[in-house]
């Protein structure tokens, strides 16, 4: 008796004594609840869940082109979610998400024990519902009363809120990595698509990153980030979301990341959406960049996305008539090499070349070995490859022996590779800058606006912001002012050498020369404006009056002040920008009316609200007429004679449509080339040169620098319209071969040419028939004006 009590003692005791302390606990635990209970937030934040939205931009056609604040965010409800990405998210986080309360005993069992191994809070054990409880109420910092709390939020959470609830708010709210918010902003960040459009093997790349955003983020550790993916996919074969073979396929799909995570949009527009950004950060106040306003522009994305290859095709094809460079940089290949005996060397050459950003295709890569005969280098991401034979004609000169030691290509060297129909290439980053805008003549409606080769290297706007010279392209302007002195198409003129005083110019001698340094004696206006003879032009201007033409470019919106009356204005001395020109070109296609190039169609709040709608003047209104509507008629014949067989024939010969008119343009040492064109339904003004203007080279006119880039643009946005031309108006009548104003009409085939009295002998008073033109210069150019940005609140269009 007396062992079998002793038996009873040492069982009951122990039992009695952790049954004491376990209600002991759960007392405790019941009067911790009761006193924090009363003290939890309140969880109105999540009833009323109102992220902080950014500044979104888009296309016409729905397209996402830009966003603006600290965050990026694209908030989805549950049921625009895939089923892969929900059941992605529950196999890395939480499985149990909807059996569970809030709290996940067996995770909590299981974190308890690594936690008791580690001596300290090295594991947790969060349910998606403590996440998102973490995420909006309390601090980071690992400690038993943030636990505590963090559990008793989420019963609060829990009891509050449905399952597909809590799940939508975390999708939306949780950090990924790369400023994104959310899985559909991810989506777009990390593959540039909408979330709904995302794989399986997508799906698990981002449902790996809650657990670490950076540490998996697949931009900067790829490999780390595939592990994860496995794990993910692995997860989600154990828990019956897929099968075997779907497990096998997404493990195999390789994954194209979005290196460049500045532009995670589906098409190129960043100057566009920089534009849009200013328009609604001058109409609205500071929260424009956190209360979800969404800007509309008029672009759209077949056409913005031709200008943008047509652009950067130009100006590549451009970059290699004149040469390799060299070597972008160098790293050294000895402590990558040292480096990777410790680690990943593929990984450690990619965080080399992060310094070098991705210019969309134009990758960068290190040189691992080069002579004479081939090139092997590893590219930005993974890939090495191996260019030899007529692969390296291009970079020859950087590989021989007489190579300059700074820029000669040698293990270490940084470069420029491109593929181009499965084949790699050697390339470069381009100095050279462009522009290119493509109009609606009948509104002004901007249809692609590119403001240069790369946003990213260059935030400059040379559409808008980019005063040029403009040269011959600004000749039909001064043609157009003589039609309304009385001059037609079939007015005769010289083309014979010409010298203009120094008493004239104010200056000294000066004898213009057309660009072939020939001259053609007499000819008509339309033959000298096809050709693009210079000095028939000079005359054309001394005729008509220089401070005459300067009023009269106004009526196509340019400014008089930047146009000096000098007769070199004649040759495109001035100051304009491709937007001016743009919108210039357009009254020649529309039939003479004034419209106003526009980039925003309209502004809207969060809830998809008008706040603010373009309005502006279109093609039709007699109150926007600028010019004659004989005049228009006119030189929009003209101008088709420079594209079917003048200085642009190449447009009709490759196109094959002769509905296409426009004029070229070079200024003076070959700074500038520009080509102006349009078809009646779309205008188009594409420039190319340097930043800090110096010769584009010695060929390098409009039409075989900048004219290419223009075909290119409307052989794809002119594929499906039919042969369009302008319809004569009333008051035109043919005569001699040619049309004129029905009351300009000679009574006899003209054959006075305008100028042949300067055969005679100049007077120091100056030229026969000029108009007094006081302090006239030589045409050397003028100097470059002042670049202010455009004013944005005149980009949204008149009427607003």
Not at 622 to 639: K, P
Not at 694 to 718: C, N, Q, V, Y
Request: glycine share 8%; net charge neutral; proline share 7%.
């Amino acid at each position: 008796m007396p062992i079998l009590l002793f038996v009873l003692r040492c069982i009951l005791y122990p039992v009695f004594f952790f049954l004491g302390l376990a209600v002991s606990g759960a007392a405790l635990f019941l009067v911790v609840i009761l006193v924090a209970w009363p003290n939890l937030p309140e969880i109105e934040v999540l009833t009323d869940y109102r992220p902080r939205m950014p500044l979104q931009v888009f296309s016409s056609d729905g397209y996402l082109i830009g966003e603006f604040g600290e965050e990026r965010r694209a908030p989805v409800g549950i049921r625009e979610v895939p089923d892969i990405m929900k059941q992605a998210i529950l196999a890395a986080e939480d499985d149990g998400f909807y059996r569970h309360y809030g709290v996940d005993p067996a995770g909590i069992a299981r974190a308890a024990l690594s936690n008791i191994k580690a001596q300290g809070l090295s594991q947790g054990a969060s349910t998606i519902t403590q996440q998102v409880a973490r995420t909006f109420f309390l601090r980071p910092e690992k400690n038993w009363a943030r636990k505590l709390y963090e559990a008793l939020l989420s019963f609060k959470i829990e009891s509050t809120l449905g399952k597909d609830q809590i799940l939508e708010i975390y999708i939306n709210q949780i950090f990924l990595g790369q400023r994104a918010y959310g899985f559909a902003a991810a989506a777009q960040t990390y593959f540039g698509k909408p979330l709904p459009q995302i794989s399986l093997a997508e799906a698990a790349m981002l449902a790996g990153l809650p657990k670490a955003p950076s540490a998996f983020n697949p931009v900067v550790n790829p490999k780390r980030a595939r592990i994860r993916q496995e794990y993910v996919l692995r997860r989600m074969l154990q828990l019956g979301y897929i099968d075997e073979a779907r497990f096998r396929a997404a493990l195999d799909e390789p994954l194209v990341i979005k290196r460049d995570s500045a532009t995670p949009f589906p098409l190129h527009a960043e100057h566009v959406a920089e534009m849009a950004r200013q328009i609604a950060a001058e109409r609205f106040s500071e929260d424009v960049y956190s209360g979800g306003i969404q800007v509309i522009t008029t672009i759209n994305k077949a056409d913005q996305e031709t200008a943008y290859r047509a652009l950067r095709q130009g100006v590549l094809d451009y970059d290699r008539r004149h040469g390799y460079r060299g070597a972008e940089a160098y790293v050294d290949l000895r402590q990558i090499h040292d480096d990777s005996e410790d680690g990943d060397s593929e990984e450690i050459l990619d965080i080399a070349l992060q310094e070098f950003p991705v210019a969309d295709d134009l990758l960068p890569a290190i040189v691992l070995a080069a002579d004479a005969t081939r090139v092997t280098a590893y590219v930005y991401g993974g890939e090495k490859v191996t260019l030899k034979g007529g692969e390296l004609k291009f970079v020859a000169r950087m590989l021989g022996d007489r190579a300059p030691t700074d820029r000669k290509l040698r293990p270490g060297a940084v470069i420029r590779v491109q593929r181009k129909e499965d084949r790699w290439q050697i390339t470069q980053l381009p100095e050279v800058e462009a522009a290119f805008v493509a109009v609606d003549p009948k509104d002004g409606t901007v249809r692609a606006l590119i403001g240069g080769f790369d946003f990213n290297r260059n935030m400059y706007n040379h559409v808008t912001q980019a005063w040029r010279q403009p040269g011959s392209s600004f000749k039909p302007f001064i043609y157009s002012a003589a039609l309304e002195k009385g001059f037609s198409p079939g007015s005769i003129i010289m083309d014979t050498p010409l010298e203009i005083s120094a008493d004239a110019t104010g200056s000294r001698v000066w004898r213009p020369k057309n660009y072939d340094g020939s001259f053609g004696g007499p000819m008509t206006l339309r033959t000298a404006l096809a050709k693009s003879k210079n000095i028939p032009s000079v005359r054309l201007l001394q005729a008509i009056g220089p401070r005459y033409a300067q009023d009269y470019i106004t009526r196509f919106g340019f400014d008089a002040s930047r146009h000096p009356p000098y007769l070199t204005m004649a040759l495109g001395a001035g100051s304009v920008t491709p937007w001016q020109m743009a919108g210039a070109y357009s009254l020649f296609a529309n039939g003479g009316y004034r419209i106003q190039p526009h980039i925003v169609r309209e502004i809207r709040n969060h809830r998809g609200h008008v706040l603010a709608r373009a309005t502006p003047p279109h093609a039709g209104d007699e109150a926007t007429r600028a010019i004659d509507s004989r005049n228009a008629y006119l030189m929009y014949t003209m101008l088709t004679d420079i594209a079917n067989h003048g200085t642009a024939a190449r447009a009709a010969a490759t196109l094959k449509r002769h509905d296409l008119a426009g004029k070229t343009g070079t200024t003076n040492d070959y700074l500038d080339a520009w080509f102006c064109g349009f078809h009646p339904s779309i205008v188009g003004c594409a420039w190319i040169g340097f930043d800090q203007p110096h010769r584009l080279g010695s060929s390098e006119t409009g039409g075989h620098a900048a004219l290419p880039i223009w075909i290119t643009f409307m052989k794809t946005a002119l594929a499906d319209v039919p042969v369009q031309t302008l319809k004569q108006p009333e008051g035109i009548a043919k005569a001699y071969g040619d049309m004129y104003y029905s009351e300009n009409v000679p009574d006899a085939n003209p054959v006075e040419a305008l100028g042949a009295e300067d055969e005679e002998e100049e007077t120091a008073a100056g030229t026969p028939g000029m108009p007094e033109t006081p302090n006239v210069p030589p045409p050397a150019p003028l100097p470059a004006p002042p670049r202010p940005s455009e004013n944005p609140s005149q980009i949204l269009g008149g009427g607003n």
